[in-house]
């Protein structure tokens, strides 16, 4: 049976810029995943000192063996060693980005949230989960390249908005009345006609 520890933890970054990571580690059949943040140094502790135990022994501690980069360089994979148990598992590095909402409480951008926001939207259109999956691509794609650890939430909306537009129309239309808060029939006439001047913009070859 599977068995998942989740935590988090923050580590300070290059030039003392604070970086937040996720850290799950998954043990199963005998080989583990840690999804988490490591330091270059063998020895893995967040910034507050406390160690990322072995998933299958619980020693605070393990020797970095391989390192590689993955997921077109968006995450460091590494094989690690417990001295202890002398098991091997994984842990793969990835950034969190997070998203401030309105409220001021920000969590980490989740493809998963984009592509159920968008698949209501298509909610009757054909729109296939290969297309969504790419979409949520695409959004994380552009909100990364602003090179901000944190984004507002309308942002991530704002990046929604070209994707789906060049999808489905018709889901574009729904997913913008909600995002711009449309109250008239005029706001959808307005959007329907910018849809159309789009149309009519030639693309660059």
Not at 62 to 84: K, L, M, N, Y
């Amino acid at each position: 049976m599977n068995s998942e520890n989740r935590s988090t933890s923050t580590l300070l970054g290059y030039r003392g810029v604070e970086r937040r990571w996720i850290a799950t580690a998954l043990a199963v059949r005998g080989s583990a995943q840690v999804l988490s943040e490591r330091s270059e140094v063998p020895h893995c502790q967040d910034a507050e000192g406390a160690a990322m135990h072995c998933p299958f022994c619980r020693h605070p501690d393990s020797r970095v063996i391989d390192s590689r980069e993955t997921d077109e360089g968006q995450a460091i994979r590494r094989r690690r060693s417990c001295p202890e148990c002398g098991r091997r598992f994984t842990t793969v590095e990835t950034a969190v980005l997070a998203v401030v909402k309105r409220s001021g409480v920000s969590e980490p951008f989740s493809r998963e949230k984009v592509i159920s926001g968008v698949r209501r939207a298509c909610q009757g259109r054909q729109v296939d989960d290969d297309a969504l999956n790419l979409l949520a691509q695409q959004v994380e794609d552009s909100v990364r390249a602003a090179g901000s650890p944190e984004i507002p939430s309308h942002e991530v909306g704002l990046a929604i908005l070209g994707p789906l537009r060049e999808l489905d129309e018709v889901a574009y239309l729904r997913f913008a009345s909600v995002y711009r808060s449309f109250s008239s029939a005029e706001d959808f006439e307005r959007e329907i006609e910018a849809l159309r001047a789009h149309r009519q913009v030639p693309t660059s070859s």
